[in-house]
């Protein structure tokens, strides 16, 4: 079945640093895909999405690249905040299907 | 507009209570869904309702029933709680209608969540 694999954490880094969370999955067909955050406390939120090969999600800084040719869908910010600091889940909807596959989360912890 | 809101907010049981856990959204999405959060997990789908008066089990049911009451409401009943259902519980909604392709691009909103302990 479709899957979701993150890289685990927490990924620590200092305020300004350079963040790549890894994601691939695994699905057949054509999945859309998406990047989710949570917030301490708080339910998730979407952050970004890309429907189809190549397109970039951006948002907030954030950015991620949907590449068929290697599976992935890696999460990127050129210079983290403080107020970044969350827990972000990768995941795919399947175009034939009502359910979102997610992956485990990776926690990201930006100190000052 | 308050989005999909969730109660209780939290809630403590002894094994063997029942409880039911509230969901409700008002932004006329047909299809919505429950999920628990553990630690390592991530988000494992429970039940969902495509449409009114439609359930599906998804990857984690046992021991756990759902209402779809009308098109706002979702509700997740356990029966007999045991601890391994102490979790973070969150309800979802989507516009999404099943099977048309222009769903794909939607995303599905969460409420705040319930955190469940169950001694």
């Known amino acids: 079945g479709d899957s979701v694999t993150q890289m685990e954490g927490p990924v620590t880094l200092s305020e300004e640093a350079f963040l790549t969370i890894n994601c691939t999955y695994t699905?057949?067909?054509?999945?859309?895909l998406f990047w989710y955050v949570q917030y301490p406390g708080e339910g998730l939120q979407l952050l970004l999405k890309a429907t189809k090969a190549d397109d970039k999600g951006s948002n907030k800084g954030f950015e991620a690249t949907y590449r068929k040719e290697t599976t992935s869908f890696h999460l990127e910010k050129g210079s983290v905040q403080v107020s970044d600091s969350a827990v972000y889940f990768c995941?795919?909807?399947?175009?034939?299907?009502?359910?979102?596959?997610f992956g485990t989360g990776t926690r990201l912890q930006v100190f000052p | 507009n308050a989005g999909v809101t969730q109660t209780p907010k939290f809630q403590v049981l002894k094994t063997g209570q029942s409880m039911t856990l509230q969901c409700a959204q008002d932004m006329n999405h047909n299809s919505m869904y429950w999920y628990r959060q553990d630690p390592g997990m991530g988000l494992r789908l429970i039940y969902y309702s495509a449409s009114e008066g439609t359930t599906d089990k998804g990857e984690v049911p046992n021991g756990y029933n759902v209402s779809r009451l009308n098109k706002r409401e979702f509700s997740l009943r356990l029966e007999s709680a045991a601890p391994s259902q102490t979790s973070v519980y969150f309800c979802a909604s989507w516009p999404r209608v099943y099977g048309l392709a222009h769903g794909r691009a939607d995303t599905q909103y969460f409420g705040p969540g319930t955190r469940l302990t169950v001694l």
């Open positions: 699905a057949t067909g054509y999945p859309s």
């Open positions: 995941a795919l909807s399947d175009q034939d299907t009502d359910k979102l596959i």
